[in-house]
């Protein structure tokens, strides 16, 4: 057998050992097929030489694809930006990225970021005067943290005012997640990591009233409700797949995405609407209002004016969750 490939086999049988608890059996089972062909491959009964080189060859070629995956995870979407110094890795510039209609994410690998029992304390959503752009979920200083999907740490880097001690990933499915108000980390910009493998211990830095894990998902730079794809009563994804579509409006893309069952939400202006008004009738803040339709805080609404206000999300937990602390 190729010894690179025996030597890549090793490296993943090894990273096992840095899987706990429950995580460690979701681990095992990402392996467990790739296990089985080795084993086969490795003993030559019931194998012919010409099929033992020719699965062999196949293993190899999948080895060596999983490897560049992850050292370049969604590369081909994200058109090799790695920024290493803004959660939205297109703030600084977006030139000459073309941003996709349409791209299918696989999240039937996520596993939940905390070992412990799952509450959520704060959901995605406005938050007195800013938005709130993930969820928080309840764990002591000292918990373990663990990766939600495999990939590489984008960035590792501390936010007095903000997210505090904090990691963001890129995921090979597309995805982006962050992990917030830690107190410490495991891992360190550019390592590569596997789903429900410890990356960092739980803690209370950064704008935070009491220790909990802010999480986010976000999609080329954009923040999604996680609870728009995560059911967080049973900790599973509501489906394997979806699909999120570049928004658009008046025919052009608008560079926000959606899930395929979610759709912008509009508001046409009438006599004495501000921009506060329209805000709290939609559940959401008069800063995001301005991000969505171009404007400033000053700019004057004319009657009939269409507004963008938000996008109508997939069904969220069932239960109504409080206003957390981050």
């Known amino acids: 057998m190729s010894i690179k490939v025996l030597s890549t086999y090793c490296l993943i049988l090894t990273s096992i050992l840095k899987v706990e608890g429950q995580h460690k059996e979701v681990f095992n089972k990402q392996i467990k097929a790739l296990d089985k062909q080795v084993s086969v491959l490795m003993s030559d009964r019931g194998v012919t030489k010409g099929v033992a080189l020719e699965k062999i060859a196949e293993l190899e070629d999948m080895l060596i694809e ?20 803004w959660v939205d890795p297109f703030r600084a510039d977006t030139t000459g990225f073309v941003f996709p209609d349409s791209c299918e994410i696989d999240c039937s690998s996520f596993i939940i970021p905390i070992n412990n029992t799952l509450k959520i304390t704060s959901v995605y959503g406005p938050r007195r005067r800013r938005m709130h752009r993930g969820i928080d979920m309840k764990l002591q200083v000292g918990d373990t943290v663990y990766a939600a999907f495999s990939g590489k740490v984008r960035i590792r880097n501390t936010e007095r005012r903000g997210y505090g001690k904090y990691l963001v990933i890129r995921h090979v499915n597309g995805l982006e997640t962050v992990y917030g108000h830690l107190s410490d980390w495991f891992v360190d910009a550019n390592d590569i990591v596997r789903a429900g493998q410890p990356i960092a211990l739980g803690g209370n830095t950064g704008r935070s009233t009491g220790s909990h894990l802010h999480f986010e998902t976000r999609f080329l730079g954009q923040a999604i409700d996680p609870a728009e794809i995560i059911d967080f009563e049973i900790g599973e994804p509501y489906k394997d797949l979806f699909v999120f579509r570049n928004i658009k409006i008046n025919g052009r ?4 995405y959606t899930s395929a069952e979610s759709q912008m939400i509009f508001h046409s202006v009438k006599s004495g609407d501000t921009l506060g008004s ?13 991000r969505l339709n171009g404007l400033k805080t000053t700019s004057t609404l004319h009657i009939k004016q269409s507004i963008r206000c938000g996008i109508s999300r997939a069904p969220k937990t069932k239960a109504a969750l409080p206003q957390g602390n981050s």
Do not use: H, K, Q
């Not at 999983?66 to 110094?85: C, I, K, V």
């Not at 893309?253 to 926000?256: F, K, L, Q, R, V």
């Open 253 to 256: 893309n608008s560079n926000m």
């Open 66 to 85: 999983e490897e560049e995956n992850m050292l370049f995870p969604a590369d081909e979407l994200y058109g090799s930006n790695w920024d290493t110094r």
């Open 278 to 290: 329209i805000a709290r009738r939609y559940g959401t803040t008069v800063n995001e209002l301005c």
